[in-house]
């Protein structure tokens, strides 16, 4: 498969390459600045130049040409303020999915927010925008004629993936490491799994395999 990853120098991003690339696809890490394309060659990835912000529909879709996935898991990042993360966060996810209707990509993996629809649509709180984005995004996605699936991960840390997790339509709050979310992306790509839905996204007893089944 050929994958091609908004965000591909983000964390999650890394490391669902290297585990693609791991198992026979060919994932491409889109990525804004150029300083970030040897770490994404590095994880396996070939590197496209291109910021999300910037882009128009017409530009991203050339790229886009001949994928037969693409997954979202850009983002401001926590040091940004509100109006990143509506530009990026949801302005650029709907990018994405206007690029990929356009260049025929039906396969589309968007990285969300535990309790996204949860937000306070009265607060200017950067956290509250942010689920704001997240939910916006996923909402749009959710209501187009593709192959979506929307992964909503509780609390990210950077221990070692367990390769067990707990998901459902809605768990209780809780943490989940970057490597075990990266690895659920890879199962829901691989597998063809979780095809049109949305569910949240903690650590848990369940091997990734079986919980998404």
């Known amino acids: 498969m050929r994958i091609a990853i908004a965000g591909g120098h983000g964390k999650i991003a890394l490391l669902l390459a290297r585990l693609l690339a791991d198992a026979g696809s060919q994932p491409f890490g889109i990525v804004r600045n150029p300083d970030h394309l040897a770490a994404v060659e590095s994880a396996g990835a070939e590197g496209i130049l291109l910021d999300l912000e910037e882009a128009d529909v017409d530009t991203l879709a050339e790229k886009l040409e001949g994928m037969d996935a693409v997954v979202f898991?850009?983002?401001?990042?926590?040091?940004?303020?509100?109006?990143?993360?509506?530009?990026?966060?949801?302005?650029?996810?709907?990018?994405?999915?206007?690029?990929?209707?356009?260049?025929?990509?039906?396969?589309?993996?968007?990285?969300?927010?535990?309790?996204?629809?949860?937000?306070?649509?009265?607060?200017?709180?950067?956290?509250?925008?942010?689920?704001?984005?997240?939910?916006?995004?996923?909402?749009?996605?959710?209501?187009?004629?593709?192959?979506?699936?929307?992964?909503?991960?509780?609390?990210?840390?950077?221990?070692?993936?367990?390769?067990?997790?707990?998901?459902?339509?809605e768990v209780e709050r809780g943490q989940i490491p970057r490597a075990d979310v990266a690895a659920v992306l890879a199962e829901v790509l691989l597998n063809d799994r979780a095809v049109r839905r949305r569910f949240e996204l903690v650590s848990g007893g369940t091997p990734i395999a079986e919980a998404l089944a």
Request: no cysteine; glycine share 12%.
């Open 73 to 169: 898991a850009a983002g401001a990042g926590p040091n940004s303020g509100a109006e990143r993360k509506l530009t990026l966060d949801r302005d650029g996810a709907i990018l994405l999915a206007d690029a990929a209707e356009k260049a025929g990509v039906r396969r589309y993996v968007i990285v969300s927010a535990i309790g996204a629809d949860e937000f306070d649509p009265e607060s200017d709180d950067v956290f509250q925008v942010y689920l704001r984005a997240k939910s916006e995004a996923d909402a749009d996605v959710a209501g187009r004629d593709l192959d979506w699936t929307i992964v909503r991960p509780g609390g990210l840390t950077d221990d070692p993936g367990t390769g067990s997790v707990t998901v459902g339509d």
